[in-house]
């Protein structure tokens, strides 16, 4: 069964085309992380099957209605990338409040132990950290009993211990049938929680697919070199730069090509070779057409 869907979904904010034309299937019991840059789209598209926002073209489908009819999101959790507790109203309240509006919501105290919260339940939200503001924020996404949970990067802020304990909530959550979807900028983010990752940049899905062969997609290295000839036709590159005089030559097996620019005899002076940074690695992915 289908939980999520997104079908050729477009979302314009002005003159910014947020999202292109994305189509994306969750099904129940899954855990997909999105990943992506920022202004990637990713909230946009969170926002669109959450029923906070309309597409501009396209069609979201949230447990099968549309997501902005509150028949289609009574069993939806959503944390929001930025959230507003109420400051004066304690750890307990906010948690009961949340509660109130579910039918069968999950007992306070074991929303609170989930979420390693116990001993924050008198503290007033206002005097809270920022990581236990946010692992408040994404404890209410489960309170009441969801079947699919959308975490807008639920572990911004948060130090190893808290981020590794969230994951531990999500695991528990998933490993009883629940169905989530995070975003996150972080590939290792998503390896830690999920198989499948969506990757989107400039507003389109740029692959879908096991965390594995996205890690093969992303990591790129960077070979920069100085060389007067033309390049011949070289295996494996994904982008080529030129700035000052250098060439940048962008690959997922460095190895392999510098072994071929020596056996193709290319003259070259200054080889480099350095990872490049996700963002990096996502511009090239932007610009390459990928296999979906
Ligand atoms: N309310 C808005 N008004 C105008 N432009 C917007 C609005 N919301 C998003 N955008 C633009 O749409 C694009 C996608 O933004 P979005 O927040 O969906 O990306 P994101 O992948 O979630 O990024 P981040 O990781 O930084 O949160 C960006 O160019 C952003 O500036």
Request: proline letters at 5%.
């Amino acid at each position: 069964m289908i939980l999520a869907r997104a079908a050729e979904v477009s979302r314009r904010y002005g003159d910014t085309l947020a999202l292109d034309r994305v189509s994306l299937d969750v099904a129940a019991g899954e855990l997909v992380g999105l990943l992506g840059p920022n202004g990637a789209g990713k909230s946009t598209l969170v926002n669109l099957l959450t029923g906070l926002r309309r597409p501009s073209s396209g069609r979201v489908e949230l447990c099968g209605g549309d997501p902005r009819r509150p028949a289609s999101r009574r069993t939806l959790g959503v944390t929001p990338q930025e959230t507003g507790l109420p400051a004066s109203l304690r750890v307990g309240e906010v948690v009961d409040f949340v509660r109130a509006h579910y039918a069968d919501p999950i007992s306070r105290d074991e929303l609170l132990d989930r979420f390693g919260l116990t001993d924050l339940v008198r503290r007033q939200t206002g005097g809270l950290s920022g990581g236990q503001k946010r692992r408040v924020a994404v404890a209410l996404a489960f309170a009441g009993r969801p079947e699919i949970v959308f975490l807008d990067e639920p572990t911004t802020g948060l130090d190893v211990e808290a981020r590794h304990a969230l994951w531990e909530a999500v695991r528990a959550f998933h490993a009883d049938g629940g169905t989530v979807v995070l975003t996150s900028h972080y590939l290792e983010e998503i390896e830690a929680l999920a198989r499948r990752v969506v990757v989107i940049g400039g507003g389109r899905v740029l692959a879908d697919d096991t965390v594995e062969a996205v890690r093969g997609l992303v990591a790129v290295r960077r070979v920069s070199l100085t060389t007067t000839a033309p390049l011949p036709e070289l295996a494996g590159l994904v982008g080529v730069e030129h700035d000052g005089g250098r060439t940048h030559l962008l690959t997922g097996d460095a190895d392999g090509l510098v072994r071929e620019l020596v056996t193709r005899e290319v003259p070259f002076t200054d080889l480099e070779v350095r990872p490049t940074s996700l963002e990096e690695a996502f511009l090239s992915l932007t610009r390459t057409p990928i296999a979906a």
